[in-house]
């Protein structure tokens, strides 16, 4: 093997000259612009010198490849599946066999489509199957797909036990063994998106947990308020207006915190109108959702609306910090000086 | 094997793409576009899947050391530097990917096992530098492998070997850092008091780089992030406040249905 540079694998040494090469030291042009001589500096070299911040306004980050009805979606979808499979297992201990099947039920189809959303946004969706060869802790999507592995069967046996009408006991177990994972498939996903280099996502890790976790509850509790019979509403209408409340403190609290990297947060017309649908939705539904079927129902979908909104919101703005090199380059110079 | 890297020493880069046509050649890297950006002699742009080396081109009116540029009054220097993937001590798209398809070599590198990866995409926006993309072609993830054939047959990299200023040096990695630190000194005395290290420290965000660079600007002047933390190292405060979210959800749901709810329907 022979080599024209020293540093090989075979140790070899042989020295190119123009490594040596010092660019900048002929001349004198440093000498002749600080002699008076010279006169005053003309052209735009005199003003303040102009800041170069980025490279010609390009990100610094790669843009996320996933596509946002799939992945935001998912955040939608996951949320309502898992906040819904514990509503059912609350409902069916508690004596509520229609909420219970509402919750089942729902949660049967929003995993369909959480899975048909995460398999349908892979490069190779033939290949998801691999992401069962490992389990590392250091990756909240492989983590996530142990948690959905262990939720999805019992999501699906619970769902299927209720329709069919077969197997109660069964059904009945599934019900509780979803409910219990089902709060660990609502609020991984935050981890997920929190997990990156994406400012806005990362730097809002302490509150996206409880964000997505109000959204999942006023989401699975909405769908409660506009399926299930008044009689048996109650913890749904609960629910809504506690993950209402939830969602809105962590979201102003992740605003705060953020300084500047929550600009694409705050000028997000998603997210506001996620916050005023899901608390609209909540208040109704605790006041004229418990006599009225009809403002129950619509108190429902504004719920369900209120969350969808605000995981695209989220999505987006992401997407936004991703794109703008200055929310990468100036909040890591904040840290820095 | 002890642990390989490059030192691009930006100040020797005279802007001729050589690497970045080695590099495609060798790894067949698709092409990419041909487009002009208007972006100085630049049209590759950034990194991605299909380019795993990047020559930028940056224009300033500001003096190199004492050059004379000749273009009458005006400073003016052109920086050239050739970027590529870090291969991170702490690497986050190793860390997140979740089929394991990522791995670290013998040879200290990072490299995407192309048969494996099924292509989820979550080391894209992992990447604190915005290196690693998803090839529309394949569905996969794509980057620079250190040109992981050539170092197992004990050649040095495609770009490396192609380098007709040395500008990409390849070799083992201490030996590269301490090389790093007596041409800085040189350049530095040689007039140019702006040059600096890139990645070179253990101590940085990533754990140093297996990559790193002698600049003659800030980082970001070249699309380099100025203090990139490899983002898993919040991930352990990640997942206690997402842990202490799902109680906090499984108890508020209980709670929603406890009897003293009865009166109130």
């Known amino acids: 093997m022979t080599s024209q540079t020293d540093v090989r694998l075979d140790g070899s040494a042989e020295l190119r000259t123009e490594r040596e090469a010092t660019p900048g030291s002929a001349g004198d042009r440093r000498e002749r612009r600080r002699s008076p001589e010279a006169g005053p500096e003309k052209g735009p070299e005199k003003g303040p010198e102009k800041s170069y911040d980025s490279y010609y306004g390009r990100p610094v980050l790669n843009e996320p490849t996933w596509q946002e009805h799939d992945i935001a979606g998912y955040l939608f979808l996951g949320g309502l599946a898992g906040a819904s499979s514990t509503l059912a297992a609350v409902a069916e201990l508690t004596g509520r066999p229609r909420l219970a099947r509402v919750g089942r039920v729902a949660a049967l189809c929003a995993l369909g489509g959480s899975f048909y959303s995460l398999i349908h946004d892979l490069g190779r969706p033939e290949r998801f199957i691999n992401m069962l060869r490992v389990f590392k802790v250091t990756s909240p999507m492989s983590v996530g797909t142990w948690i959905l592995t ?132 909540a208040l109704a539904g605790v006041t004229v959702g418990r006599r009225s079927r009809i403002a129950a129902v619509a108190a429902g979908a504004a719920l369900l609306a209120g969350s969808a909104c605000t995981r695209f919101g989220i999505f987006r703005a992401g997407m936004e910090s991703a794109n703008d090199p200055k929310y990468t380059v100036q909040w890591q110079r904040r840290k820095l000086a | 094997m002890g642990r390989v890297g490059f030192f691009t020493d930006t100040s020797i880069c005279i802007g001729c793409k050589a690497c970045e046509v080695a590099c495609k050649e060798w790894n067949a890297v698709p092409e990419d576009g041909l487009a002009f950006t208007g972006m100085s002699y630049d049209n590759t742009v950034t990194l991605g899947s299909d380019t795993w080396r990047h020559v930028a081109f940056v224009e300033q009116r500001r003096p190199l050391g004492n050059q004379e540029p000749g273009v009458g009054d005006m400073d003016f220097r052109w920086l050239m530097a050739s970027d590529v993937c870090k291969h991170c001590t702490e690497a986050a798209c190793l860390d997140v990917c979740p089929t394991g398809s990522l791995f670290r070599t013998e040879f200290g590198t990072v490299v995407v096992q192309q048969d494996i990866c099924n292509g989820c995409g979550y080391c894209v926006p992992a990447c604190p530098f915005g290196v690693i993309g998803k090839r529309e072609s394949s569905g996969v993830a794509a980057k620079c492998t250190m040109c992981y054939d050539r170092l197992g047959d004990g050649q040095e990299p495609a770009c490396a070997k192609t380098c007709p200023t040395d500008s990409i040096q390849f070799g083992d990695l201490d030996e590269l850092r301490e090389r790093a630190e007596r041409r800085l000194e040189q350049v530095r005395a040689a007039g140019t008091a702006s040059a600096r290290l890139y990645g070179h420290d253990e101590g940085d965000g990533v754990g140093g780089m297996g990559a790193f660079f ?6 970001e002047v070249y699309g380099l992030p100025p203090d990139p933390v490899v983002t898993t190292r919040d991930l352990p405060s990640m997942w206690r406040h997402a842990g202490v979210a799902a109680l906090a959800l499984l108890a508020g749901v209980a709670a929603t249905a406890l009897p003293i709810w009865r009166r109130r329907g």
């Open chain 1, 150 to 281: 262990a939720y999805g069967p019992q999501a699906v046996c619970a769902g299927a036990a209720d329709l069919s009408g077969r197997l109660p006991r069964l059904g009945r177990a599934a019900t509780v063994g979803a409910g219990l994972v089902g709060p660990a498939v609502a609020t991984y996903t935050a981890a997920l998106i929190c997990d990156t280099a994406v400012p806005a996502w990362h730097e809002g890790f302490r509150e996206m947990p409880f964000l997505f976790a109000g959204s999942a509850a006023a989401a699975a509790g909405g769908l409660g308020m506009l399926a299930a019979p008044l009689s048996e509403a109650g913890p749904a209408r609960r629910v809504a207006m506690l993950g209402a409340a939830v969602e809105c403190v962590a979201a102003t609290r992740m605003e705060r915190r953020l300084g500047p990297l929550a600009e694409p947060l705050k000028r997000s017309p998603l997210l506001r109108a996620g916050e005023a649908l899901s608390l609209a939705g």
């Open chain 2, 214 to 219: 002698l600049l003659l600007d800030e980082p």
